[in-house]
């Protein structure tokens, strides 16, 4: 049975031979007749707000019809069909998302119109290995192979804890890997900041590429649609409570086109509103009063325009600013959804029927393009868990269904049924309730928290009452083991972060701890669009939830896990993205020598390459992006690590196809690392100032390792990188006035103190 078919036989327009055909493949599917009884109801309910077309609209309808199934037109343009045409075509899109759309043969558009993009889940197989008894650290002089170039201090506690970390001017990978390292130099070492920093980077180019080539244009076209489609109701829709709302919409969308720079025509009213939220929105000073959303509540809505400044990600990437901020501001302001407030929630309903009945000009349904829009935005925020148009769009089939309710699809009741059912079937929100700020209701793309985000609001002193503020070692400790969580509780009180109570702290970090297993336990599938927070501090969480010992007694003992402690702090920077062009990665470098962490490698090897499979679906030219490729080579020399380091533990011979592709270190990450590590984050605002951590630049880690080659202990030399947190009295971004070394990290030895 084809569409053709189908639609003609609802529309009453077939021969009776062709209409006894329909019936009998109908009579096949159980859910045939109610699916007909939803859709007959839906077409009255669709009358009702939208005015039926008049015959002469008919009649140019039928023959632009007519040019479309003999193949002499384009594919229903949304600018070359009349409004009425569009409303027609909308019905069909909303009754497929509304269940229809099990009969539908063939691959139409509208078969997708109101369903998300599929997504896998991949199943992480973490790396086994059987530890043979630790090593104890031989004298220097038998396993110095170069100079040390350290003061006395220094070599002390290389030679009596087997690492060091000192001071260098170095900002760059390429000036700690030389691809020929001079006469007389330590051989490189494969540290975990190296990787920690490559991984990010390269994500942080596919994010870029995912904003640029999906979001951002995906937004604007949808921002066109929802101005179009709401001016078409605003003007022409039946009841002055349909129009009402629309125009309501029609603010509200006007901040995101402000903000994205796209021109919408309102009133002089609704203009003034908006500019006074997009201002607002652009200085992004402290709480304030929402014009806009104060105005569609009925009520005095307050949103904290500070959080809406570009922080992370955007932080690198200027070109984005207006869209970065319309994008945060979606995520805060939601669109009211309250029983028993029908006349803010129908602004919902209206904007969810603008988007199943309009086009793009490419000719894609709106919800189409969510899909794929929503489908990028997992990537870089995670997924929605807040009530969406999909959730909506679900609880209005289930409430169409029941016919009883009310004659009219934006009827008091209806609208009222419709939220209660929305509520119901959004999911479980990941990270906790909306926290101050936040509006709950219906986001057009859902609310972008961060596990961070929720650590410095729920072990704040509003409530850890005897604390003196949050820490950004607090996110360490909800992805730290029990083991590794003790060494962070003195950290945090080193820091001056900490109360006299410490109870309260350890019940409201241990909640918090539970509902974050996603961000560190590797025992459940991982989703394929997982975001590149949950991905960054899933492979962080290596880091501090250690198991086995390490081949060198010096790297099992308490310096060795505070190097960890501030390499795990120093990744959750999200660090300045990689190149643009990928570099050819040419010939061969000298093999490191490793610090063996196979389960960090193994998780990044995982990350890496789940990233580099979404950039390929999502990207227009898929695996020529220069950022899927960086992926793909860094999935690659992550594996190597892996099994290399497998080995160095299980204390076996490395094989000879891991030693060739070890011999790629080097190359790949001076074509993959960022000009410049240093970055710095406004973590979120407390009494008396702004907590902002930062990557304050590269320390040389010298450190005692095992050599793949000839599994023999050998002194190295690699990149550290520099992180702390730090106080300040308005925000500012100048990672040149960082903190000073932490006092607990006894590993870092400054030849200055000397």
């Not at 390429?174 to 006469?183: K, T, V």
């Not at 995101?256 to 006074?276: D, F, H, I, K």
């Not at 490793?594 to 890496?608: G, M, Y």
Request: with cysteine; glycine share 8%.
């Amino acid at each position: 049975m084809s569409d053709a078919e189908l639609s003609g036989f609802l529309d009453d327009e077939l021969t009776p031979e062709e209409e006894e055909r329909v019936r009998a493949r109908l009579s096949l599917d159980a859910g045939a007749p109610r699916s007909l009884a939803e859709f007959e109801a839906l077409q009255e309910l669709v009358r009702d707000v939208v005015p039926v077309p008049s015959a002469a609209a008919w009649s140019a309808f039928d023959a632009e019809l007519g040019r479309q199934l003999d193949g002499t037109a384009q594919p229903f343009a949304s600018r070359g069909l009349p409004v009425w045409g569009r409303v027609l075509l909308a019905a069909s899109v909303l009754v497929s998302a509304l269940g229809l759309a099990r009969w539908l043969g063939g691959e139409e558009r509208t078969v997708l119109a109101g369903q998300r993009l599929p997504d896998v889940p991949r199943v992480y197989v973490a790396p086994q290995w059987t530890s043979g008894d630790p090593r104890p650290l031989p004298p220097l002089a038998g396993i110095l192979e170069g100079r040390l170039d350290l003061t006395p201090a220094q070599v002390a506690a290389l030679g009596s804890h087997g690492l060091v970390q000192v001071p260098c001017p170095g900002r760059s990978l390429r000036e700690l890997y030389p691809l020929e390292p001079a006469a007389g130099e330590l051989p490189p070492l494969a540290s975990a900041d190296a990787s920690l920093l490559i991984y990010g980077a390269v994500a942080s180019r596919l994010a870029l590429e995912l904003e640029e080539q999906i979001v951002r244009p995906e937004v604007q076209g949808v921002v066109d649609l929802l101005g179009r489609e709401l001016a078409q109701l605003a003007r022409d829709g039946r009841g002055q409570e349909t129009r009402s709302a629309a125009r309501a919409a029609q603010e509200y969308v006007g901040v995101l086109a402000a903000l994205e720079g796209l021109p919408m025509t309102l009133s002089q009213a609704a203009n003034g509103r908006v500019q006074a939220e997009v201002a607002q929105v652009r200085t992004a000073v402290g709480p304030a009063r929402s014009p806009v959303l104060s105005a569609l509540c009925g009520r005095e809505v307050v949103l904290d325009y500070a959080a809406l400044r570009d922080r992370g990600l955007f932080a690198h990437a200027p070109r984005l600013d207006g869209h970065a901020r319309a994008m945060r501001w979606l995520s805060a302001a939601g669109l009211p959804l309250e029983p028993r407030d029908p006349a803010a929630s129908r602004v919902s309903c209206v904007l969810v029927l603008a988007l199943a009945r309009g086009q793009l000009a490419d000719g894609r349904y709106g919800f189409g393009a969510l899909a794929r829009l929503e489908a990028a935005l997992e990537v870089i925020y995670g997924r929605p868990d807040a009530v969406t148009p999909f959730e909506m769009l679900e609880a209005m089939r289930r409430v169409l269904a029941q016919q009883s309710l009310a004659p009219s699809m934006l009827s008091d009741a209806v609208v009222s049924r419709v939220a209660t059912v929305a509520a119901e079937l959004t999911p479980r929100p990941t990270l906790g309730p909306a926290g101050p700020g936040e509006l709950a209701g219906v986001h057009l793309l859902g609310r972008l928290r961060s596990l961070e985000g929720q650590a410095l609001a729920r072990l704040s002193p509003a409530h850890v009452p005897s604390r003196t503020r949050s820490s950004a070692y607090d996110l360490l400790g909800v992805l730290a083991d029990p083991v590794a969580g003790r060494r962070l509780r003195s950290v945090v009180s080193a820091e001056g972060s900490d109360g006299s109570d410490p109870e309260a702290y350890d019940v409201a970090l241990a909640a918090l701890r539970e509902e974050a297993r996603p961000w560190w336990d590797p025992s459940r599938p991982v989703p394929t669009r997982a975001c590149l927070e949950q991905g960054r501090l899933w492979t962080v969480a290596a880091l501090l939830r250690r198991r086995g010992l390490a081949p060198v007694a010096s790297l099992n003992d308490p310096w060795y896990r505070d190097r960890l402690v501030l390499a795990a702090l120093a990744a959750c920077n999200a660090p300045p993205p990689a190149p643009e062009e990928l570099p050819p990665i040419d010939g061969a470098g000298p093999t490191p020598v490793l610090e063996p962490l196979p389960e960090l490698h193994a998780r990044l090897a995982f990350s890496a390459a789940r990233l580099r499979d979404v950039g390929e679906q999502l990207l227009a030219d898929g695996w020529g992006s220069p950022a899927v490729q960086a992926l793909d080579q860094l999935a690659r020399l992550e594996q190597a690590l892996t099994a290399a380091s497998q080995d160095v533990l299980a204390d076996r011979p490395v094989a000879t196809s891991t030693q060739a592709a070890l011999a790629k270190y080097v190359p790949t990450l001076r074509a993959l690392a960022p000009l410049d590590v240093r970055s710095v984050e406004d973590l979120g605002r407390g009494t008396g100032g702004v907590l902002h951590r930062g990557v304050l630049g590269l320390e040389r880690l010298v450190l005692i390792g095992v050599d793949p080659a000839t599994r023999r202990l050998r002194v190295a030399s690699g990149a550290a990188l520099v992180a702390n947190e730090w106080w300040a009295a308005t925000p500012q971004a100048s990672v040149d006035e960082g903190a000073p070394d932490p006092t607990w990290a006894a590993h870092r030895v400054s030849g200055r103190k000397q």
